[in-house]
């Protein structure tokens, strides 16, 4: 079974080109204080807002820093937002989807509606709200990022459960005298693996793109701390006699996100071909 | 059909309800007193004592919330802290701007995207299939307001073409009908106005009908593929029909309902979206208002448009479901 999804994974070009710039992507984070050519941190007045040269590549910014390195470093903070608010998302909203699949009834009504209430705002509005009241910085974006898209695993999980816990197998190992929690994670989740990692591939995408709006509106990290939303959001005072600052972080971050979605395209063509 | 109607306002009563209190619980658990954010922390406890008493937050909790219900049922917001104004107020003033840039948006993002999930589709694997594909996917990946201030740095700073910002040029406002400059304008025939409000408007709401662009061709392109295999499109094709008339006629309306649905779920991306899309290109509408009103910690001022926002996107999902009855006969609204 592993070698045919090794395979079929390898056959899919955007699951492959996805992989690739990923692969480039998490390097570049790993090893960015061995590949950043100076201190992302170090400010240099007389070297302020020029454009890219042979001393800086990409240029630097309003406080004279190297763009290059401060995009390296900010290459971790997001990847890791991304992966830790997807992560959040999934641990909650995966158990409250199982369980309200799982009873139904008043348990199911309860917990749908607090997540109807919670897609009755646009995310990105939800999590400016959720920033408002926790305050700036890394960690708390990823509690709002992730809070927020809760609803959307919880969603789904619940009607893959709903679909499956009615098949002989569970019947079966409910017989033999297999408790709830058990039926839950041992019987039923693992059948419904396959579109809740394609959801969870594409979420990460979406998670580094809100955390870059958060930056962007300056409610993510404190300064002097690089990260791409915050760099572009500072950017836009001298976007009209130093265009640079905004592109190359807008770049980056739009490969990053290109990464996820491509690798998430090509899993749900390979797991789950239906979901195509 | 109209009891179904019926049902689904009455339905609208405890979802708003649920979209008050979550807004309130949320803007309430504030850890710092919105009274010391009001006045800084260098302010006296006596200021601070009068203004908590002004605000009324020195009322227990369960008080507060009945009048913050009471006030948002008869359509009082309360005032900005900052600005003294009235929210309702500044929210009808500024809701205009939103609903122009979003519909203009959804209407972009609706052609475009038909145009390209159906290109893609009709020529699978060839290089429109691709060229659209890539577009749509560039689509998802780019932030918008990013791709705003790309459009800024071409469009207005190297070509000149168009205005950087705002909705209209100054003196340029045509007279207050709808409040929709486009439409003002258009009604009172002048054209001179319309033209500016046309050009203003032209970079925010691509940009903001981007991301919706792509997941409308994307969703398009694969109801099309499943569409165009099945037997009544071969039997449209057997008794003569143009290929034009087969796609537009057989094949699109019937792909119709799950892109249908795809638009009306992009309404709440498009009203998210001008949160940033305001703030790039300084529009002003609810979403700038709402980042104004976090960057000086203006709770009430982010409490009502949030809950102005929770509430148009509620009642678009609702018209939604509704334009599926007419759409598709076989959908049952009972």
New interface residues.
């Given amino acids: 079974m592993v070698r045919e999804f090794l395979s079929r994974f390898a056959a899919s070009s955007s699951a492959m080109i996805g992989l690739g710039l990923l692969t480039v992507l998490v390097l570049c984070a790993v090893f960015a204080p061995a590949l950043a050519p100076y201190d992302p941190n170090s400010s240099d007045l007389p070297s302020a807002l020029k454009p890219p040269s042979a001393a800086h590549l990409l240029g630097t910014d309003e406080l004279g820093r190297d763009i290059l390195s401060r995009l390296l470093y900010g290459a971790r903070l997001s990847l890791l937002v991304g992966v830790e608010a997807v992560a959040l998302a999934l641990a909650v909203g995966v158990v409250l989807g199982a369980v309200a699949g799982f009873y139904g009834g008043k348990i199911e009504t309860a917990i749908m509606s607090v997540m109807d209430i919670m897609l009755s705002f646009p995310s990105i509005l939800l999590a400016i709200a959720f920033m408002t009241v926790l305050g700036r910085g890394l960690d708390k974006a990823v509690i709002a990022i992730g809070i927020v898209t809760v609803p959307h695993y919880a969603r789904i999980v619940r009607g893959c459960v709903l679909s499956v816990k009615e098949n002989v197998y569970v019947m079966a190992a409910r017989s033999i005298g297999n408790g709830d929690g058990r039926l839950i994670f041992v019987h039923i989740l693992p059948n419904v693996l396959a579109p809740i990692i394609v959801r969870a591939t594409i979420g990460v995408s979406v998670a580094i793109l809100e955390a870059a709006a958060l930056g962007f509106l300056g409610l993510g990290v404190e300064p002097p701390t690089a990260e791409w939303g915050t760099m572009l959001g500072s950017g836009r005072q001298t976007i009209f006699n130093a265009p640079h600052i905004v592109t190359f972080p807008g770049l980056a971050i739009t490969l990053t996100v290109m990464a996820f979605n491509l690798l998430g395209d090509g899993l749900r063509d390979v797991l789950d071909p239906r979901l195509k | 059909m109209g009891k179904y109607i019926l049902r689904r306002l009455l339905l609208l009563v405890p ?1 708003l309800f ?2 008050s209190l ?2 309130f619980v ?2 309430h ?3 710092t007193d919105p009274a010391t954010i009001i006045l800084g922390e260098h302010a006296t406890t006596d200021r601070i004592e009068a203004l908590r008493e002004e605000l009324g937050l020195n009322k227990p909790i369960y008080v507060q919330f009945y009048d913050y219900m009471k006030n948002t049922v008869r359509g009082d917001l309360g005032k900005s802290v900052i600005t003294k104004t009235s929210i309702s107020t500044e929210l009808v003033k500024r809701f205009p701007a939103t609903v122009e840039l979003a519909v203009s948006a959804v209407c972009i993002a609706t052609v475009l995207g038909l145009v390209l999930g159906v290109v893609s589709a009709v020529r699978q694997n060839s290089v429109y299939d691709y060229g659209a594909m890539t577009v749509a ?2 689509g ?4 918008i ?3 705003g ?2 459009m ?2 071409l469009f207005s ?1 190297t070509l000149g073409w168009l205005p950087a910002s705002g909705r209209i040029s100054i003196g340029m406002v045509p007279d207050d009908i709808t409040g929709l400059y486009l439409v003002d304008a258009l009604l009172t025939g002048n054209m001179e106005s319309f033209r500016d409000a046309f050009r203003h408007l032209i970079m925010p709401a691509l940009a903001l009908g981007s991301y919706s662009t792509a997941i409308i061709a994307r969703m398009t392109r ?1 109801t099309m593929l499943e569409t165009i295999r099945q037997d009544y499109i071969r039997t449209a094709r057997a008794k003569g029909l143009r290929e034009g008339a087969v796609i537009v006629k057989h094949a699109l309306r019937n792909a119709l309902i799950p892109i249908v649905t795809v638009i009306g779920l992009q309404m ?2 498009l ?3 001008a ?2 899309t305001e ?2 290109f300084s529009w002003p509408g609810i979403g700038s208002y ?2 104004e009103g ?2 000086v ?1 203006d ?1 009430p001022r ?1 409490q009502g448009a ?1 809950l102005l ?2 509430t148009v ?2 009642l678009v999902n609702l018209i939604v479901d509704i334009i599926y009855g007419y759409l598709d006969p076989r959908i049952q609204h009972s």
């Fill in positions: 979802v649920g979209v979550a807004t949320v803007m658990s504030f850890t996917l560039l998802v990946s780019m932030p307001f990013w791709l201030l790309m800024i740095i700073v694969a709440g991306a009203l998210g979206g949160v940033l703030t790039v709402v980042v976090i960057l910690s709770y982010v949030v926002i929770g996107f509620v």
